[in-house]
């Protein structure tokens, strides 16, 4: 404290302001320094490592706005799929090849691969990049549902398919003949066999030895050729956001598969106990974020509609009496509905058969057991109001001759009898009208 009024003291009042000044213009120096560090000379991390569906496309999109705003230099999209949607690949290829930021598609770790539809988003690329014990290729389309395809059709796709990746390839500067085989015949390829076929443009062992290589790099960009000048910058990851993380995980067919189930558990607990209200709220829920999954998948609706005829049957089993027969045809078409939901012939595009046979398991017998107690609750005797009091043992309070008042349920009733009921002998309750019980002596014994 002595030290600043000593400090102060001795500038003169007209001082001040230029004292001011001057830290305030420092301050403002830092700030831009600051901010310059964090949205300038760098390069942007967009990982993807699931299948190719719309949310991986929004994660994309998103991905490459916030790298031209924040003033990157290049981007990196890491890779590893198995493949996925046209559409969504479609959509990743536009986002790549009308960047205004060089982009650069890689293909890592080690063990990773660009299968089917990955093939398209590498060969988009500005550059092209893989890890050694990377593959590419398999490119063939499938149909949705994994059924077969009319030769008209498959045909008609495969051509398209096939003109769209030699015209990137070829906008690119890469093997188009290739691009057609992978697509045609469904070829794969290594890390090295590509780069020696000109798939790709480079292998890289990971992301440092790859931005090593990418130094001086030539690029096309709408100012015409530049060479990438990477030395001393910093990466810097894309991170999802809270509706990047929900596309991304219910557009994983086992979650839209255990959405829809929990959906249809929880309106038919609903259907079966109402009132319960929390079982339908939450069935409620799961069943619309399960079809909207499935609008991001290859769902084959056949499949749908035997899980949902499944959920009748075992509905109907409450209702109808079939001694079992309904609750078997539900556990079947459950579980076929369940096997033809996704089959893609892609394993990122269909239901883990770890999950799906627990899963056939427990909700099927989660419907018997529901079905079950609704059953019991409906045969079992009442045990409320006027029908509840038929078959229960009362206790004559007076003499009934032939009316009276009898103790039963807690509580003085009044009752009349066809004989003399003498008090304290013991009756059961034969019949109700209005507020008269009808009862009938069954012993002697007294209270």
């Known amino acids: 404290m002595r030290f600043v009024a000593k400090l102060t003291g001795s500038v003169r009042p007209g001082g001040y302001f230029s004292f001011l000044a001057g830290l305030s213009f420092i301050l403002l120096m830092t700030y831009v320094v600051s901010l310059s560090a964090a949205t300038g000379k760098h390069i942007k991390v967009i990982r993807i490592e699931e299948s190719i569906n719309p949310g991986t496309a929004a ?54 691969q660009a299968a089917s539809a990955g093939v398209f988003v590498v060969m988009a690329a500005d550059v092209a990049a893989m890890a050694p014990g990377t593959n590419i290729g398999a490119a063939h389309p499938v149909v949705a549902g994994g059924k077969e395809m009319d030769e008209t059709m498959d045909t008609k796709m495969v051509n398209d398919l096939v003109a769209f990746i030699k015209s990137i390839a070829s906008k690119r500067d890469r093997n188009a003949d290739w691009a057609e085989e992978a697509v045609r015949k469904s070829v794969s390829i290594t890390a090295d066999e590509a780069l020696r076929l000109n798939v790709v443009d480079l292998v890289a062992k990971d992301m440092n030895d790859l931005l090593l290589k ?14 990438l000048a990477l030395k001393g910058l910093t ?20 979650i839209a598969y255990l959405l829809m189930l929990i959906g249809l558990a929880g309106l038919y607990f609903e259907l079966s106990h109402p009132g319960a209200i929390f079982p339908g709220v939450i069935g409620g829920i799961s069943l619309i974020l399960a079809f909207y999954a499935f609008q991001t998948l290859s769902v084959n609706y056949a499949g749908v509609l035997l899980i949902l005829l499944g959920a009748v049957l075992f509905l109907l089993e409450i209702k ?25 012939g892609s394993t990122g595009l269909r239901v883990s058969w770890s999950v799906l046979i627990p899963a056939v398991l427990v909700i099927s017998g989660f419907f018997v057991a529901v079905a079950f107690l609704a059953v019991r609750a409906h045969m079992a005797k009442p045990r409320t109001g006027y029908q509840g009091l038929i078959g229960e043992i009362a206790v004559a309070k007076e003499s009934l001759a032939p009316e009276g008042k009898v103790f039963v349920h807690g509580e003085l009733w009044n009752a009349t009898s066809d004989e003399i009921v003498p008090v304290g002998s013991r009756v059961e309750v034969i019949g109700v009208e209005n507020l008269l019980l009808k009862v009938r002596k069954i012993g002697d014994t007294k209270q």
Not at 98 to 104: D, E, G, K, L, S
Not at 327 to 337: D, F
């Open 59 to 112: 994660f994309l999109a998103r991905g490459t706005q916030q790298a031209v705003e924040d003033e990157a230099v290049l981007i990196v999209v890491q890779l590893d799929t198995p493949g996925g949607l046209v559409s969504s690949m479609r959509t990743m290829v536009k986002t790549i090849m009308n960047a205004p930021i060089p982009v650069v598609v890689y293909v890592s770790p080690s063990g990773a």
């Open 214 to 227: 990418l130094e001086g790099w030539p690029v096309q960009t709408k100012e015409g050729e530049k060479k």
């Open 235 to 254: 990466t810097e990851k894309v991170q999802e956001n809270l509706r990047d993380k929900i596309l991304k995980t219910i557009s994983n067919p086992n």
């Open 320 to 344: 109808v009496t079939s001694y079992g027969l309904l609750s078997v045809g539900g556990v079947i078409c459950l579980t076929l509905g369940s096997i033809m939901l996704f089959n893609t």
